[in-house]
Nanobody, 132 residues
Framework: EVQLVESGGGLVQAGGSLRLSCALSGFTFDHYAIGWFRQTPGKERVGVSCISSRLGATAYADSVKGRFTISSDNAKNTVYLQMNSLQPKDTGVYYC?????????????????????????WGQGTLVNVSS
């Protein structure tokens, strides 16, 4: 019943910007915190950022601080990731995931093994390709 659908990915030149969206259904944002993860070619997922509306808290990986901003529009039940000053290292499939904020925050900046099912719910992913 719980569903997360990512959108907004695409091909951009280094230095450009994208805004990713994670549309939530089957629950409202106050039920779960939301995190963004980037999947590498080896299928590992790296924690990028997370947000909790209830707690008013956010977290960012050091590699994206000052460049990415996570936010939410509660009326639209949607979480966004504004990605500025994009670099080729940002390339990958971006997934949003739902879980408790403490669980998500502890994974930001860390790598989940390929095939990990540690989090409660995942979206299908959206591809971000940053060219040099």
């Amino acid at each position: 019943e719980v569903q997360l659908v990512e959108s907004g990915g695409g091909l951009v030149q280094a230095g450009g910007s994208l805004r990713l969206s994670c549309a939530l259904s089957g629950f409202t944002f106050d039920h779960y915190a939301i995190g963004w993860f980037r999947q590498t070619p080896g299928k590992e997922r790296v924690g990028v950022s997370c947000i909790s509306s209830r707690l008013g808290a956010t977290a960012y990986a050091d590699s994206v601080k000052g460049r990415f901003t996570i936010s939410s529009d509660n009326a639209k039940n949607t979480v966004y990731l504004q990605m500025n000053s994009l670099q080729p290292k940002d390339t990958g499939v971006y997934y949003c995931a739902a879980d408790d904020y403490t669980v998500l925050a502890n994974l930001i900046g860390l790598v989940l093994p390929a095939g990990s099912r540690a989090l409660k719910h995942w979206g299908q992913g959206t591809l971000v390709n940053v060219s040099s």
